[in-house]
């Protein structure tokens, strides 16, 4: 049996949810430090609670659904894009939550030029917006690799939660297989979160989660750190 091209979907796709894709994500925490520093995080099973509550809470009703609506909207609706792109910008609720998206944006952004792989028009349209959002730049670098939405909406949701179980890893701390378990266990709702997504309409949309909000805004003064958000 002969292995696939290495252009194929599937290996575009993994290149784009891979941790080794130099934009920075390693170094945010999204919060879990200050949930660390609290100790409302203190274990695997408090780990596994908090990282569940922010992929239906905050991943599942505002996260996801906006990034499914800019995957959409990029291949030929770029007034729709631009919308969205500013909806997601204008959600962030901390300083630190619209410098990370701005931050991964610009890097991601960079690194799909570099690899020759945004036509024209989607670098012009890009150029106009400010800032062009972490999202609306994976939904960009999608396209240009020719990924299916569902599929790159599907590896979006997957990044994070990966780097979330790595952030864990390092701040609880917990061990290689206690991360493994939680990477097993929460990944296996992932089709949910991501249906779920799909199908929310536009109004219901949400990025209501005070407590998530909480800890961005205590993070930012937190006197040890080892994230930056």
């Given at each position: ?9 599937i ?116 150029g106009?917006l ?33 780097n ?14 206690a ?18 997504a ?32």
């Amino acid at each position: 049996m002969s292995a696939a091209p290495a252009s194929s979907p599937i290996a575009r796709l993994l290149q784009l949810a891979s941790p080794a894709l130099p934009i920075g994500a390693f170094s945010y925490s999204h919060g879990l430090e200050a949930a660390v520093d609290a100790a409302v995080v203190h274990d695997a099973a408090s780990a596994r609670a908090w990282i569940g509550d922010a992929l239906h809470l905050v991943m599942g009703q505002g996260d996801a659904p906006l990034a499914w609506r800019l995957l959409c909207s990029a291949h030929d609706d770029m007034a729709a894009f631009a919308s969205w792109n500013a909806w997601y910008a204008a959600s962030r609720e901390t300083w630190e939550l619209r410098a990370e998206t701005a931050q991964m944006g610009h890097s991601l952004l960079s690194l799909a030029r570099d690899l020759g792989v945004l036509d024209a028009p989607a670098l012009t349209h890009a150029g106009r917006l400010d800032p062009v959002t972490f999202p609306a730049a994976y939904a960009l670098a999608a396209r240009g690799f020719g990924i299916d939405a569902r599929d790159a909406l599907v590896a979006y949701v997957w990044s994070w939660l990966e780097n979330q179980a790595l952030a864990a890893l390092k701040l609880v701390p917990l061990g290689q297989v206690a991360t493994q378990r939680l990477l097993l266990a929460l990944g296996s709702e992932i089709e949910g979160v991501v249906a779920a997504a799909i199908a929310l309409d536009d109004d219901a949309i949400s990025t209501f989660a005070p407590g998530f909000a909480i800890a961005s805004a205590a993070h930012e003064t937190q006197y040890s750190r080892l994230f930056r958000s």
